[in-house]
C-alpha cells in the first residue's frame, strides 16, 4: 500500500466497508458457472479465470453480473451464518 496514496485510500474505503457490490461485466452460461462467477470472480476452474479478482471474502458482497442475476457472497463463520440468511431474504423479497 505504500506505492500509491490511491491504492491506499482504496483498501482502506474496502475494509472500512459492511458491505460490497461488485458489477460483473459477463453473464455465466449456465447455473455452474454463475456459482463459480459468484465464489471466485471466474467463470469456470481454469486458471486465470478470475479467480477472486475482486472478491473480499472477509465482507459480506452482493454480486450482480450483467444480465442482472445477482448472488451474495460472504464471510463463512457460523455466528454470521442467520445474519447473511435475514440479509438474502430481504434481497430475494
Not at 12 to 25: F, G, K, R, T
Not at 29 to 49: C, I, K, M, T, V
Not at 54 to 71: L, T
Request: net charge negative; charged share 25%; glycine share 10%.
Amino acid at each position: 500500500m505504500d506505492y500509491s496514496q490511491n491504492n491506499t485510500a482504496a483498501i482502506q474505503a474496502i475494509e472500512s466497508a459492511i458491505l460490497l457490490v461488485s458489477l460483473d461485466d459477463y453473464t455465466p452460461a449456465n447455473d455452474d458457472e454463475r456459482a463459480w462467477s459468484y465464489w471466485s470472480g471466474g467463470l469456470d476452474r481454469q486458471a486465470g479465470s478470475g479467480h477472486g479478482k475482486n472478491r473480499w471474502f472477509d465482507k459480506h458482497e452482493i454480486i450482480v453480473d450483467e444480465s442482472g442475476e445477482s448472488g451474495f457472497n460472504g464471510e463463512r463463520k457460523l455466528y454470521l451464518a442467520f445474519c447473511r440468511g435475514q440479509a438474502n431474504d430481504r434481497l430475494d423479497a
